[in-house]
């Protein structure tokens, strides 16, 4: 069983451009959230959605967007990047509720210079 | 509302030796817990998960954790630690059985685990 894709795995963009994450969820996970994990916030939630639809949003500025297609997979842009942007973002798949718990990506690292 | 607390930054041990990475949290709602583990430029493999149920947890590669409502923690624990077991351990919470308008893992800000010969 195929586990979380995550694409490209390394990125480096210049301040001022934007940039499109993919993540691919595990085959029948409909529930894909974000992560932006950077050494001084930590691990940092973005947003979630489940079957193309945005149920729950973090505390990031209108830059971070995201969206899900009929076949589940999701991007995550970000627009006019910043230095502080560079970090981790991690992608995790979900059959939709906690209790099945959540199966990470291995990351995608952008760097912003 | 919730939160983690992981009370050490960094646990040293001896290969053989027991490991605690000591965990607090805090929630409005009966909350779920997970711990993970991140190893260098990798992504986060989930040990073990608390939903319901059964308090004492076990996990992979022998690890095992209890919730303790009283307590309010979740410890994690092995009997003898191996030298694969270094890397970044996260204690995670977030609302047990939302249905509503989605839910979030909310990280506690990690626990570097050091196992030494």
């Known amino acids: 069983k195929a586990g979380v894709t995550q694409t490209p795995r390394y990125l480096i963009k210049t301040r001022g451009q934007q940039v499109t994450l993919s993540c691919s969820p595990i085959?029948?996970?409909?529930?894909v959230s974000w992560y932006q994990q950077t050494p001084g916030q930590g691990l940092q939630f973005l947003f979630e959605?489940?079957?193309?639809?945005?149920?729950n949003k973090g505390n990031f500025p209108g830059r971070f967007s995201g969206r899900q297609f009929s076949n589940s997979r999701s991007e995550m842009n970000v627009s006019t990047l910043e230095l502080g942007d560079s970090a981790l973002y991690l992608c995790?798949?979900?059959?939709?509720?906690?209790?099945?718990?959540?199966?990470f990506g291995s990351g995608t690292r952008l760097t912003v210079v | 509302a919730q939160s983690v607390t992981q009370l050490d930054s960094h646990v040293s041990v001896s290969e053989g030796t027991p490991v605690l990475l000591r965990c607090n949290y805090s929630?409005?709602?009966?909350?779920?817990l997970f711990w993970y583990v991140q190893h260098p430029n990798k992504g986060l493999q989930l040990l073990l998960k608390?939903?319901?149920?059964?308090?004492l947890v076990k996990g992979i590669n022998g690890f095992e954790a209890e919730f303790k409502k009283s307590e309010t923690s979740f410890h994690l624990t092995k009997p003898s630690a191996h030298m694969s077991d270094a890397a970044e351990y996260f204690c995670?919470?977030?609302?047990?059985?939302?249905?509503?308008?989605?839910?979030?893992?909310?990280f506690g800000t990690g626990t570097q685990l050091k196992v030494e010969l």
């Open positions: 608390y939903t319901s149920a059964a308090t």
């Open positions: 929630s409005s709602y009966s909350p779920s």
């Open positions: 959605y489940f079957s193309e639809t945005q149920r």
């Open positions: 995790a798949s979900s059959l939709g509720r906690e209790s099945y718990g959540y199966t």
């Open positions: 085959s029948g996970h409909r529930s």
């Open positions: 995670v919470v977030t609302r047990r059985a939302f249905t509503g308008g989605g839910n979030k893992l909310t």
